[in-house]
């Protein structure tokens, strides 16, 4: 099978550099103590692939009557996957929502971002592709509202909402798309969409009465159609948007490689949003031309855990596309991370840590912040070893800690100090360099029998090796 392209080439990893360049609106997310917020966010499950043709959008999901899982994959089709809950995603796909009509605005292809549950049926938001030609660099993007009234097995199209005021280019991604869809909690759904034109995050909305007829906001109001209307810019906080129910605020997250990871953007009133200062994960780069030497995570969300909503009431969940160093599109995965969010009433020290976590098998192990794949996918969860930090922390020494392989065989360094023969594949994240408060040590430890390597939190090594240094302190688990 011939590998499928990926669908606009390059767009994530452009929009970071805009965001260094461009600010949204000046309010400044009122009520929202972005510096008072802990995040933690746990070991990461790779949850689907790898898959050469699919796994090219958002993952959207819903809960089925009988309390399974339903999730959504795309790339030009839409599949449905069925599982017990959001973890067990692994299974058979079917197709349920194919390209459109030759001269449609859909006959590239059709994309499911996202749902929301009706009384007695499915809406569906539905990015959609026309005038393509990807080995030019060539597509125009706009996004449609389907109905399902058989849980997601079938849609009805009832038509184009969104669109860019800008229309097909000779040899460029035009309009808007790639969006999320939420429910406000105030009689409106929101979108948050990518306007190709200058990279930026838009917003539109439409009461959920009547959600065939949508508005973006511009220059302070939400009167300008969704077909072709004009939008002001609020940033680009990225189009994974979810709705914190408890606080009522909108939190979106966004890949972006000059900020040096997955950053997270929270607003109260929908369009005016704060970024936290620290990544939510650590990358290296967001390149898209593939295979590269960084990985890429792209296209994350936001979920509940329990009901795949993007209104998010229960144990909060992050989900990504993810591929790995060296590898191209053929290597595409379903990456799930469990998060869990503070509020707290004064500025924390350290907001956000990511779980450095061990995986074995019994007689080999590796120790990660990342998914694992290939040789490695077989590993099972052992232990939380330590949280590491996204970033070096101000005011403190820290060591950034690096993970280097050879094969199937991993080991943490220092950055600059893989060893040899070892190839460095990704940032694992920092360690302070002294104890601090809420620290555990962080040991690089070895196997006696087997080459494997692995860290702990004891000297010992947890009895499953010898010490071989102290690498760090990270954040308790």
């Known amino acids: 099978m011939?590998?499928?392209?990926?669908?606009?080439?390059?767009?994530?990893?452009?929009?970071?550099?805009?965001?260094?360049?461009?600010?949204?609106?000046?309010?400044?997310?009122?009520?929202?103590?972005?510096?008072?917020?802990?995040?933690?966010?746990?070991?990461?499950?790779?949850?689907?692939?790898?898959?050469?043709?699919?796994?090219?959008?958002?993952?959207?999901?819903f809960l089925l009557p009988d309390g399974r899982m339903r999730g959504f994959s795309a790339n030009s089709t839409t599949y449905a996957i069925d599982g017990q809950d959001l973890a067990d995603m692994a299974g058979p796909r079917r197709p349920v929502l194919a390209a459109g009509e030759?001269?449609?605005?859909?006959?590239?292809?059709?994309?499911?971002?996202?749902?929301?549950?009706?009384?007695?049926?499915?809406?569906?938001f539905v990015h959609q592709e026309r005038a393509c030609d990807y080995t030019a660099g060539r597509t125009d993007k706009s996004m449609a509202i389907a109905i399902s009234v058989d849980d997601g097995l079938s849609w009805t199209d009832l038509g184009t909402v969104i669109s860019g005021r800008d229309g097909p280019r000779p040899d460029a991604i035009s309009g808007e798309g790639d969006c999320s869809l939420l429910n406000g909690e105030d009689g409106f759904y929101y979108a948050y969409c990518l306007r190709?034109?200058?990279?930026?995050?838009?917003?539109?909305?439409?009461?959920?009465?009547?959600?065939?007829?949508?508005?973006?906001?511009?220059?302070?109001?939400w009167d300008e159609p969704g077909l072709g209307g004009a939008?002001?810019?609020?940033?680009?906080?990225?189009?994974?948007?979810?709705?914190?129910?408890?606080?009522?605020?909108?939190?979106?997250?966004?890949?972006?490689?000059?900020?040096g990871g997955l950053r997270l953007s929270l607003s109260a009133d929908k369009v005016g949003f704060v970024d936290l200062d620290e990544p939510l994960l650590s990358i290296d780069g967001s390149d898209w031309q593939r295979p590269a030497e960084t990985d890429l995570i792209a296209?994350?969300?936001?979920?509940?855990?329990?009901?795949?909503?993007?209104?998010?009431?229960?144990?909060?969940?992050?989900?990504?596309?993810?591929?790995p160093p060296g590898k191209g599109f053929e290597s595409?995965?379903?990456?799930?991370?469990?998060?869990?969010?503070?509020?707290?009433?004064?500025?924390?020290?350290?907001?956000?840590?990511?779980?450095?976590?061990?995986?074995?098998?019994?007689?080999?192990?590796?120790?990660s912040t990342g998914p694992l794949t290939g040789a490695r996918s077989d590993l099972r969860q052992d232990r939380l070893v330590a949280y590491l930090l996204t970033r070096a922390p101000q005011g403190s020494p820290s060591r950034k800690i690096a993970e280097c392989?050879?094969?199937?065989?991993?080991?943490?360094?220092?950055?600059?100090?893989?060893?040899?023969?070892?190839?460095?594949?990704?940032?694992?994240?920092?360690?302070?360099?002294?104890?601090?408060?809420?620290?555990?040590?962080?040991?690089?430890?070895?196997?006696?029998?087997?080459?494997?390597?692995f860290a702990a939190s004891a000297a010992?090594?947890?009895?499953?090796?010898?010490?071989?240094?102290?690498?760090?302190?990270?954040?308790t688990p």
């Open 196 to 221: 190709n034109a200058d990279w930026q995050t838009i917003a539109a909305r439409a009461r959920i009465d009547a959600p065939l007829v949508w508005h973006k906001y511009y220059e302070g109001s």
């Open 231 to 259: 939008a002001s810019a609020i940033g680009f906080v990225g189009t994974g948007a979810g709705f914190l129910a408890t606080q009522g605020w909108v939190a979106a997250v966004a890949t972006d490689p000059w900020f």
């Open 2 to 61: 011939t590998p499928a392209r990926p669908r606009a080439l390059g767009l994530l990893a452009l929009a970071g550099m805009w965001t260094a360049l461009s600010s949204g609106p000046a309010a400044a997310a009122e009520g929202i103590c972005a510096d008072c917020l802990q995040i933690r966010v746990g070991p990461p499950k790779v949850v689907r692939g790898p898959f050469p043709d699919e796994l090219d959008s958002a993952f959207a999901s």
């Open 299 to 323: 296209y994350a969300g936001l979920l509940d855990a329990h009901s795949g909503s993007t209104t998010i009431r229960g144990p909060l969940l992050l989900s990504y596309v993810y591929v």
């Open 332 to 367: 595409r995965h379903l990456v799930q991370h469990a998060v869990t969010l503070v509020v707290g009433d004064a500025p924390v020290p350290v907001q956000v840590g990511m779980a450095l976590t061990r995986w074995g098998d019994g007689t080999g192990y590796v120790t």
């Open 102 to 124: 030759a001269g449609s605005r859909s006959d590239c292809g059709r994309w499911l971002t996202a749902i929301q549950q009706r009384p007695d049926e499915l809406l569906g």
């Open 405 to 453: 392989g050879r094969g199937p065989v991993q080991k943490l360094a220092v950055e600059g100090s893989c060893a040899p023969g070892f190839v460095r594949e990704r940032t694992a994240g920092w360690l302070f360099a002294e104890v601090q408060p809420g620290t555990v040590p962080v040991y690089g430890c070895r196997t006696k029998t087997v080459e494997s390597y």
């Open 460 to 475: 010992d090594c947890d009895g499953l090796g010898v010490a071989e240094g102290l690498l760090g302190y990270g954040l």
